[in-house]
Antibody, heavy 126, light 112 residues
Framework: EVQLVESGGGLVKPGGSLRLSCAASGFTFSNAWLSWVRQAPGKGLEWVGRIKRETDGGTTNYAAPVKGRFSISRDDSKSTVYLQMNSLKTEDTAVYYC?????????????????WGQGTLVTVSS | QTVVTQEPSLTVSPGGTVTLTCASSTGTVTSDYYPNWFQQKPGQAPRALIYSTNKRHSWTPARFSASLLGGRAALTLSGVQPEDEADYYCLLYYGGAQGDWVFGGGTKLTVL
């Protein structure tokens, strides 16, 4: 069973930093592209960024509101993807979801945009 | 800044049919935008329904179908069930320096 479990959320002051983790299981993590999506209280979904698998370059890309402040990394040995959030603002308050953007199985078959984690809440407030 | 627009709310009767649409501020939505659709119920994480314009995931009920319609991406629910009441989000791919993907603002579907 595919599972994505986020952790690391909490209360942080404006200007502070926080690192979120997303631990994956049930699939070969190194074959996946992962993405982070957030949802402010009572609002819609917002794409935050993604990281490709290492064999595709391991490159990252980010939405404009977080570019230069957030960074995504991965540790394939731990089947975990991270979201490092710096210079946090009150408008970054949201539930942050981990999302399997793309997955290649052992035969190369592509599974696009399927599983989501349950999310972790980040509150930025003084 | 790219904006993806959906109907804020729609109401449908049980057993009825409803179409949700997804428009791009950049112009006509094509298959090159790889439209995705997601369902989200209160207090739950989003659930993927449709990818690459019109492909259902293995768990997506057949009453959900998707297409390109009048320059927009569209999600049609046929034979609506009470459990289909939820928020629905579309997602379009843009790539480039502004970021890969942009979500629509969501449609709140009421089954009444």
């Amino acid at each position: 069973e595919v599972q994505l479990v986020e952790s690391g959320g909490g209360l942080v002051k404006p200007g502070g930093s926080l690192r979120l983790s997303c631990a994956a299981s049930g699939f070969t993590f190194s074959n996946a592209w992962l993405s982070w999506v957030r949802q402010a209280p009572g609002k819609g979904l917002e794409w935050v960024g993604r990281i490709k698998r290492e064999t595709d370059g391991g490159t990252t890309n980010y939405a404009a509101p977080v570019k230069g402040r957030f960074s995504i990394s991965r540790d394939d040995s731990k089947s975990t993807v991270y979201l490092q959030m710096n210079s946090l603002k009150t408008e970054d308050t949201a539930v942050y979801y981990c999302w399997r953007l793309r997955y290649y199985d052992s035969s190369g078959y592509l599974y696009p945009a399927d599983y989501w984690g349950q999310g972790t809440l980040v509150t930025v407030s003084s | 800044q790219t904006v993806v627009t959906q109907e804020p709310s729609l109401t449908v009767s049980p057993g009825g049919t409803v179409t949700l649409t997804c428009a791009s501020s950049t112009g006509t939505v094509t298959s090159d935008y790889y439209p995705n659709w997601f369902q989200q119920k209160p207090g739950q994480a989003p659930r993927a329904l449709i990818y690459s314009t019109n492909k259902r995931h293995s768990w997506t009920p057949a009453r959900f179908s998707a297409s390109l319609l009048g320059g927009r991406a569209a999600l049609t629910l046929s034979g609506v069930q009470p459990e289909d009441e939820a928020d629905y989000y579309c997602l379009l791919y843009y790539g480039g320096a502004q970021g890969d993907w942009v979500f629509g603002g969501g449609t709140k579907l009421t089954v009444l």
